[in-house]
């Protein structure tokens, strides 16, 4: 049986990057290895959108995330979270671990915190110095709107800064036209990469602010890594094996196009979001991201059961809900290196399973309007 890696990440990688990381181990501290960061450096500017610096890291996405979090905000200062999931508490737990007050502003699991809370926030807060958003909330699939909440942040003294980890090379995401301070990635989401990298961009305005006081940060100080990015190089030994086969991906991502990409995702949404209905599921996001969709679990089904059955009957390895959602959601990946036949498989797989479970499902109703959308009629 064919096993296909359908969860919100990590994603498959291309064969062409898995060859790249069959090859021997080299040196770090050469002029080849320096010419493949700058490439990656580059690269990851371009699916960010933005001119500003971009740092790499060697830890998970939760590594950039900390280093933006710490670095933009001094221990006692002020800052405002907005979460609706999972990962957006945990920036909120993370400022509170490094002494910080973070204010919280929330929205229901499934839903979206909108921006006019985020400027109700940030009027009563005026010293607040940072604002922190998860673009696409992977714990619920929700989706926040960086485009609008952008310019109120920029018009503040306080930072914008991002959790793009599910969202860089699958979203639109426009770091300098929609003013995101840092913007933080990992590799294993949508880069088409295996765990292990980490990316954040940094604007002018953070960088002023984080010379500007001592962050509470060794590793993950970002002026150490700043002061090595002229003939780039990184201040403690990168995972350059990663970074190496990182190109191999990026040249692809670039071949296609930061663009086509976004609309290939959006696409993609638009399928399985079409087959959720037809099967008589209803979607858990009231916002969607592009990137994944989550999927209600029909009361009186065990989801834990249904997401047993698609693995080991089928191969689709999807992914469930967290703590609260356990058993309630299924989160179904169409992110990086996932096409139209995978999503398809999946879908055609959950509705098969449906039928098992004795759900009153049509057979042939999920891929049917797949088609349709997929095909825009
Ligand atoms: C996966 C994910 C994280 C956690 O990233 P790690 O690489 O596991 O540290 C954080 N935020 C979002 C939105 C994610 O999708």
Same mark, same amino acid.
């Given at each position: 049986?064919?096993?296909?890696?359908?969860? &919100? $990440?990590? =994603?498959?990688?291309?064969?062409?990057?898995?060859?790249?990381?069959?090859?021997?181990?080299?040196?770090?501290?050469?002029?080849?290895?320096?010419?493949?960061?700058?490439?990656?450096?580059?690269? %990851?500017?371009? +699916?960010?959108?933005?001119?500003?610096?971009?740092?790499?890291?060697?830890?998970?996405? =939760?590594?950039?995330?900390?280093?933006?979090?710490?670095?933009? +905000?001094?221990?006692? *200062?002020?800052?405002?979270?907005?979460?609706?999931?999972?990962?957006?508490?945990?920036w909120?737990?993370?400022?509170?671990?490094?002494?910080?007050?973070?204010?919280? %502003?929330?929205?229901?699991? /499934?839903?979206? +915190?909108?921006?006019?809370?985020?400027?109700?926030?940030l009027?009563?807060?005026?010293?607040?110095?940072?604002?922190?958003?998860?673009?696409?909330?992977?714990?619920? $699939? %929700?989706?926040?709107?960086?485009?609008a909440?952008?310019?109120?942040?920029a018009?503040?003294?306080?930072?914008?800064?991002?959790?793009?980890i599910?969202?860089?090379?699958? #979203?639109?995401?426009?770091?300098?036209?929609? @003013?995101?301070?840092?913007?933080a990635?990992?590799?294993?989401?949508?880069?088409?990469?295996? &765990?292990?990298?980490a990316? %954040?961009?940094?604007?002018?305005?953070?960088?002023?602010?984080i010379?500007?006081?001592?962050?509470? *940060?060794?590793?993950?100080?970002?002026?150490?890594?700043?002061?090595?990015?002229?003939?780039?190089?990184? &201040?403690?030994?990168p995972?350059?094996?990663l970074?190496?086969?990182?190109?191999?991906?990026?040249?692809?991502?670039?071949?296609?196009?930061?663009? @086509?990409?976004?609309? @290939?995702?959006?696409?993609?949404?638009?399928?399985?979001?079409?087959? +959720?209905?037809?099967?008589? #599921?209803?979607?858990?996001?009231?916002?969607?991201?592009?990137?994944?969709?989550?999927?209600?679990?029909?009361?009186?089904?065990? /989801?834990?059961?249904?997401?047993?059955?698609?693995?080991?009957?089928?191969?689709?390895?999807?992914?469930? $809900?967290?703590?609260?959602?356990?058993?309630?959601?299924?989160?179904l990946?169409?992110?990086?290196?996932?096409?139209?036949?995978?999503?398809?498989?999946?879908?055609?797989? #959950?509705?098969?399973? #449906?039928?098992?479970? $004795?759900?009153?499902?049509?057979l042939?109703?999920?891929?049917?309007?797949?088609?349709q959308?997929?095909? /825009?009629?």
């Amino acid at each position: 049986m064919k096993y296909r890696l359908l969860t &919100p $990440g990590p =994603t498959p990688v291309p064969e062409e990057t898995l060859l790249e990381l069959a090859r021997p181990v080299p040196y770090h501290r050469t002029p080849e290895a320096r010419a493949i960061l700058k490439e990656v450096l580059e690269g %990851v500017q371009y +699916v960010f959108q933005t001119q500003n610096d971009v740092i790499a890291l060697t830890s998970s996405g =939760t590594g950039a995330m900390e280093a933006a979090l710490v670095c933009a +905000v001094p221990r006692g *200062a002020k800052a405002i979270c907005a979460y609706a999931g999972r990962f957006g508490e945990r920036w909120h737990k993370l400022w509170q671990a490094f002494g910080i007050e973070s204010v919280p %502003v929330t929205a229901p699991y /499934g839903k979206a +915190v909108s921006p006019q809370q985020i400027e109700a926030a940030l009027k009563a807060h005026p010293d607040a110095v940072a604002v922190c958003v998860v673009h696409s909330e992977t714990s619920t $699939g %929700v989706k926040h709107d960086l485009a609008a909440i952008g310019p109120l942040v920029a018009k503040t003294q306080a930072l914008f800064i991002v959790d793009a980890i599910s969202s860089a090379g699958a #979203l639109e995401l426009r770091t300098d036209a929609w @003013n995101l301070d840092l913007v933080a990635t990992g590799s294993q989401k949508a880069l088409r990469m295996p &765990p292990g990298l980490a990316f %954040v961009s940094v604007s002018p305005k953070a960088w002023q602010r984080i010379e500007s006081h001592r962050p509470a *940060a060794f590793y993950f100080d970002l002026s150490r890594y700043r002061a090595k990015l002229k003939d780039p190089d990184t &201040p403690f030994t990168p995972a350059h094996t990663l970074l190496r086969a990182l190109q191999i991906s990026l040249r692809r991502i670039r071949a296609e196009g930061i663009e @086509n990409i976004w609309n @290939n995702c959006a696409r993609l949404a638009r399928a399985a979001r079409a087959a +959720v209905h037809a099967m008589g #599921l209803e979607l858990f996001a009231e916002v969607p991201a592009e990137g994944l969709t989550a999927i209600k679990v029909p009361d009186g089904l065990d /989801g834990v059961e249904l997401l047993q059955r698609l693995e080991k009957k089928y191969g689709l390895k999807l992914a469930g $809900g967290q703590d609260h959602l356990k058993g309630k959601i299924v989160r179904l990946a169409h992110m990086g290196y996932i096409d139209f036949f995978d999503v398809l498989a999946a879908l055609v797989g #959950l509705e098969c399973v #449906l039928a098992e479970m $004795g759900h009153p499902v049509r057979l042939g109703s999920a891929a049917a309007a797949a088609q349709q959308a997929w095909l /825009g009629t």
